[in-house]
């Protein structure tokens, strides 16, 4: 049985980043598990987005994370790793308010400042490519970034009129990741999100990912394979 997650080991330190055009960062991280609010901030000058401390987990019956502390700031990203059942989505869905922790603290941008990535890539079989990123595009508010250029960004132009249920499983992650870019969020929590994407797929993932981090927001990811986001931060499950 794998042990409760108790530590992070951190690669290296961020570099101090401001806000890009469109990017919506919260000045606040209203505190989940106790009534005090505070803005927390980093030694750089950068914010943390989220921040977690004491954290316990369960499900099941079981004891997943123990005992964890971590901050993520402006600027980073942060990689989950570990077998399945260590815990890894369970933590991922914590940070993004979708289930309660047993006990600890975190303390977490308001939800419009959240944008999630699951397993599934909610997308509707019947409505085409490009229907389904005006819809989300809407849904979240969007960003300065046109549908155009998120299907650009993740090489999907030739695909807007083709049905989702049509697409290829790398294809759907595709379009559901461009999502997540017109979101406009600030932190982006994403639950193995290169799984089904091609050498291309992961390397349209990775730029997205450092364009984002150098505009100031922060990434957070599960994931079972190598994503290879140069600089991004571990924490290693079942450890």
């Known amino acids: 049985m794998s042990k409760p997650v108790r530590s992070a080991r951190v690669a290296g330190p961020a570099p101090s980043r401001g806000p890009g055009p469109g990017l919506r960062l919260p000045d606040r991280l209203p505190a989940r598990s106790r009534s005090r609010k505070r803005t927390v901030m980093s030694t750089g000058g950068a914010p943390f987005l989220i921040s977690v401390k004491d954290l316990t987990l369960d499900r099941g019956g079981r004891r997943l994370v123990t005992g964890l502390a971590l901050r993520v700031r402006s600027g980073e990203a942060f990689v989950l790793t570990g077998p399945n059942g260590s815990g890894k989505t369970t933590f991922l869905r914590a940070l993004g308010g979708l289930v309660n922790p047993a006990a600890g603290e975190i303390e977490r941008p308001a939800p419009e400042a959240i944008a999630f990535l699951g397993h599934a890539d909610a997308l509707k079989p019947g409505e085409t490519v490009r229907d389904a990123l005006r819809f989300w595009a809407a849904f979240q508010g969007g960003a300065e970034m046109t549908v155009e250029h998120a299907l650009s960004r993740f090489a999907i132009a030739h695909l807007e009129r083709r049905a989702c249920g049509r697409l290829s499983a790398g294809q759907r992650r595709r379009v559901a990741l461009a999502r997540i870019v017109l979101s406009g969020r600030a932190l982006w929590l994403l639950d193995e999100p290169a799984a089904p994407l091609d050498t291309r797929?992961?390397?349209?993932?990775?730029?997205?990912?450092?364009?984002?981090?150098?505009?100031?927001?922060?990434?957070?990811?599960?994931?079972?394979?190598?994503?290879?986001?140069?600089?991004?931060?571990?924490l290693e499950f079942g450890s």
């Open 201 to 234: 797929g992961r390397a349209l993932l990775a730029e997205a990912v450092e364009r984002h981090c150098a505009a100031g927001g922060a990434v957070i990811a599960a994931t079972h394979v190598d994503l290879g986001w140069p600089g991004a931060r571990t």
